[in-house]
């Protein structure tokens, strides 16, 4: 059977030709123009994207200046803060402050013994107890001096006993314990790098005629 629009009537090949027309359209939308506003939308998206993140990017770089100064100040704060917070802790060096101030306050430091540290999250605490021989007057000046350090020393479990015996410049004996804070280093050693020393230091001699 064949099928001509020619045998249609006129109204027929109008229908006809509508009918075609419609479907044409409908094919070029299906399968051209849904894809093309597919992709459309899909680039859209990713230009929107793209401009966020350039925006975001000419924004930290207004900011780098303000960024360099921060950084700045705060190096400058940490080296504030290792001058009262050393990285390493250093019992000869500690014990030769002490007996400095030790012997302009006219104490005499008879005992310099270091604990372990207790760690903390950011620092250590390094407790030494110490055993002192002098007078009032003598050891509160001593204690005044010690918290004039740059390093940060607290004193604690101070003990005070008057001596049976007393002498002009040793009326009383006392103990206590100077807590000083070692900053904690997160850099890896460095090879070759001698560990610090943690060992107790020989007894120290009489702070006085140093």
């Known amino acids: 059977m064949e099928l001509s629009l020619t045998k249609l009537p006129w109204w027929g090949q109008v229908v006809a030709f509508v009918v075609l027309a419609l479907g044409g359209v409908g ?43 921060q950084v700045a100040d705060l190096e400058g704060r940490l080296s504030n803060l290792r001058a009262i917070l050393p990285e390493e802790k250093d019992a000869q060096f500690l014990l030769r402050q002490l007996q400095t101030v030790a012997a302009q306050s006219n104490i005499t430091i008879k005992s310099f013994k270091p604990s372990p540290t207790v760690m903390k999250t950011m620092h250590a605490e390094w407790p030494i107890a110490l055993e002192l021989d002098g007078t009032y007057h003598n050891l509160a000046t001593f204690f005044d001096r010690v918290g004039r350090f740059t390093r940060i020393v607290n004193i ?27 900053l904690m280093d997160k850099s890896p050693a460095k090879p070759g790098a001698k560990p610090a020393a943690s060992g107790a230091p020989a007894a120290p001699a009489a702070a006085k005629g140093l």
């Open 27 to 69: 094919a070029f939308y299906y399968y051209v123009e849904m894809p093309a506003q597919e992709e459309l939308a899909t680039r859209q998206t990713q230009l929107t994207a793209i401009r966020a993140e350039i925006q975001r990017g000419l924004t930290t770089a207004n900011k780098l200046a303000e960024f360099r100064s």
């Open 156 to 182: 604690s479990a101070v003990d005070i006993k008057g001596r049976d015996k007393p002498g002009s410049n040793s009326t009383i004996t006392a103990s206590c314990v100077a807590t000083t804070f070692v």
